[in-house]
């Protein structure tokens, strides 16, 4: 099981902490792990599940979960064999946080729009 850490504790291990982050921090890794998050899928359901992200795409984050340790890859008995992908325990305790992030976008996409067009009119922010 994992070990809390504290803030300075992430500071100072920031190149470690870093490359985790660049993984479960992007856009098709968050994605991929609230939809998960509902259940395991077949990768065709990923793809239309999810605008925008091409195959290729599809295919290196996947494999990047997996091998983070995020993701299981199960082979179906099936003729012809699928493929479905699913949040293993550590993408389950993973899930929580991501799906918050998530949302807070969901519900401060406006306001970020609005500073992104303020910033780039010349004009500052007051907070």
Excluded at 14 to 43: H, N, P, Q, T, Y
Excluded at 78 to 105: D, F, H, I, M
């Amino acid at each position: 099981m994992g070990r809390t850490a504290s803030d300075g504790q992430i500071l100072r291990d920031s190149r470690r902490v870093g490359k985790v982050l660049a993984r479960v921090g992007d856009k098709w890794s968050v994605l991929i792990i609230v939809l998960l998050g509902g259940g395991a899928r077949r990768f065709n359901e990923i793809k239309r599940s999810i605008e925008g992200i091409s195959q290729q795409m599809l295919t290196r984050t996947l494999r990047g979960l997996e091998r983070d340790g995020v993701v299981k890859r199960t082979i179906l008995a099936s003729s012809p064999p699928q493929v479905e992908y699913g949040l293993t325990n550590l993408g389950r305790s993973l899930s929580k946080p991501v799906l918050a992030l998530g949302k807070w976008a969901c519900e401060h996409i406006e306001e970020v729009n609005e500073a992104q067009k303020l910033f780039d009119e010349g004009k500052r922010h007051a907070d």
